[in-house]
């Protein structure tokens, strides 16, 4: 079973719009960790956002904001006023406490489009 | 500038070849990894340097051998590599294997296996 899915390969919004990247995870673990990074076609995975499984509040950073629902174990990712420059793939990621290394699992990704 | 450092950048190599990807963190990081990235798949992790000792090797063809002489370095040797192996090798950091500490990465080398 995939640790976590992200179920839309692209999205398209205009400048100065919000999207919202969803983001699903399964673990057993209760101590873990979420982020999000982005790829933009130079190819360097930028972090976004961070979210504990313990964090009572949603992570922002910024425009960015995750949408953080425990018992659904979805952790989404809201970008406020899309900006051209935010073009780019989306990875959705956990590490759990229990794996050896603790090594950060990767979604598919979604490829995000801003138009002007 | 994110302070991990990969060279080269590209890479064409053919199959009988040998060469080395490298990989340097200035960011006092105690944990280096190995990801590689091929279209349309999800990063997937090849290997991962805890306090320089290797701790999980995810099946990885003996083609591909890892090198971690200190904590700041850490190589990728390649040899007799398939066209499939045509990919985006990542390398990344991280302070600590805890949950709440993420990765670090560098830029990739882009890696095309003729």
């Known amino acids: 079973a995939q640790k976590i899915t992200q179920t839309q390969p692209g999205m398209f919004v205009q400048e100065k719009e919000a999207v919202t990247l969803d983001c699903t995870y399964d673990t057993s673990d209760q101590s873990y960790g979420l982020f999000w990074y982005k790829q933009p076609s130079s190819g360097e995975m930028i972090f976004l956002i961070y979210q504990g499984s313990y964090d009572e509040q949603n992570a922002t950073e910024g425009r960015y904001s995750l949408n953080f629902q425990k018992a659904r174990k979805s952790a989404n990712l809201v970008i406020s006023a899309s900006q051209l420059g935010d073009s780019a793939m989306y990875f959705c990621a956990m590490r759990e406490a229990n794996q050896a290394g603790t090594a950060l699992i990767f979604g598919k990704g979604t490829t995000l489009s801003v138009s002007s | 500038e994110t302070g991990v450092t990969q060279t080269p950048r590209h890479l064409v190599m053919g199959m009988t070849n040998k060469k080395s990807l490298k990989c340097e963190q200035h960011?006092?990081?105690?944990?280096m990894y190995w990801y590689k990235q091929s279209a349309k798949k999800p990063l997937e992790l090849m290997f991962v340097?805890?306090?320089?000792?290797?701790?999980e090797n995810n099946s990885v063809p003996s083609r591909f051998s890892p090198e971690c002489p200190n904590s700041s370095h850490l190589f990728l040797h390649l040899h007799t590599l398939q066209p499939e192996d045509s990919a985006l090798y990542l390398c990344?950091?991280?302070?600590?294997?805890?949950?709440?500490?993420?990765?670090?990465f560098g830029s990739g080398t882009r890696l095309t296996v003729v």
């Open positions: 960011l006092g990081h105690n944990a």
């Open positions: 340097y805890s306090l320089e000792e290797r701790v």
């Open positions: 990344a950091s991280s302070q600590d294997s805890a949950v709440n500490y993420g990765y670090t």
